[in-house]
């Protein structure tokens, strides 16, 4: 959405996941390239996933947020897996189609 700010995120090659800053505690979520392959439906490089992050940035803050409400958590580091971040996308655009 025009005027959203996206949380600081990157890419970590040594674990082969993009990382985010989540919440006002700054939690930090990993998202495996796995998820985004199972997502995208192709085995994305680095860059792809960064740039579908950037287009569905929204799904994966309500992702986090279900994930952390769900743990009790507030802080720390936590991941999502493709399912989490799909439920969120359907959630958010119930007739959208992911591929």
């Known amino acids: 959405m025009a005027g959203e700010l996206l ?34 439906g192709i085995q994305p490089e680095p860059g792809a996933c960064m740039d579908w992050f950037c287009t569905h940035h929204a799904a994966f803050s309500a992702a986090a947020e279900t994930k952390l409400a769900q743990s009790g958590a507030t802080k720390g580091a936590f991941h999502l897996n493709s399912r989490d971040i799909r439920r969120a996308l359907e959630q958010l655009s119930p007739a959208r189609q992911l591929r």
């Open 7 to 40: 949380p600081a995120f990157d890419w970590r090659s040594d674990i082969d996941a993009l990382v985010f800053e989540h919440g006002p505690a700054g939690g930090r979520c990993f998202v495996h390239r796995l998820a985004f392959r199972s997502l995208i």
